[in-house]
């Protein structure tokens, strides 16, 4: 109440990712905001590429629509383009496309439940009506 009371209401965010940006860490948070990196929390995924915040959440809700865990994550990679890549702690590298991203990552699930799948390590799914796997 202006002029002898100021009022500040304080929210506390979960942090996300990690992101690199002008040489400098920061924490994505949950609010889309980057908070300067000044500890090192474990688990938590690097952001690779030229991230827009926005789009990382937008991302991130594709990620929780779907059947995969976010916590598998190890790293992302962005690209201008708009498009993601996954790197699972597991080794795996998931090429997404910009579409259709939390039914591709369902496929993903249902595809590593099987016995001959065990040895693939990149999964393409950037062609339509197209997956590629390779053992690298």
């Given at each position: 109440?202006y002029p002898s009371t100021?009022i500040?209401?304080i929210k ?6 990690v992101?690199?940006k002008?040489g ?9 905001k980057?908070i300067k990196k000044?500890k ?7 952001v ?6 926005s789009?990382f959440l ?6 929780d629509?779907?059947n995969f ?6 790293n992302?990679?962005y ?5 993601w890549?996954?790197?699972t702690s597991k080794?795996?590298?998931?090429k ?8 591709v990552?369902n496929?993903f ?8 799948f065990?040895?693939?390590?990149m ?5 339509k ?8």
């Amino acid at each position: 109440n202006y002029p002898s009371t100021l009022i500040v209401n304080i929210k506390k965010t979960q942090f996300l990712a990690v992101t690199k940006k002008d040489g400098e860490d920061f924490f994505i948070g949950k609010n889309g905001k980057l908070i300067k990196k000044n500890k090192s929390i474990a688990k938590l995924p690097y952001v690779y590429g030229d991230l827009n915040t926005s789009e990382f959440l937008k991302f991130k809700k594709n990620i929780d629509d779907s059947n995969f865990e976010f916590k598998q994550i190890l790293n992302l990679y962005y690209y201008k383009s708009k498009r993601w890549d996954i790197e699972t702690s597991k080794g795996y590298l998931i090429k997404l496309p910009r579409e259709n991203i939390s039914e591709v990552l369902n496929l993903f699930i249902r595809m590593t439940k099987e016995k001959n799948f065990n040895d693939k390590k990149m999964i393409d799914f950037r062609q339509k009506g197209q997956i590629i796997l390779d053992e690298k």
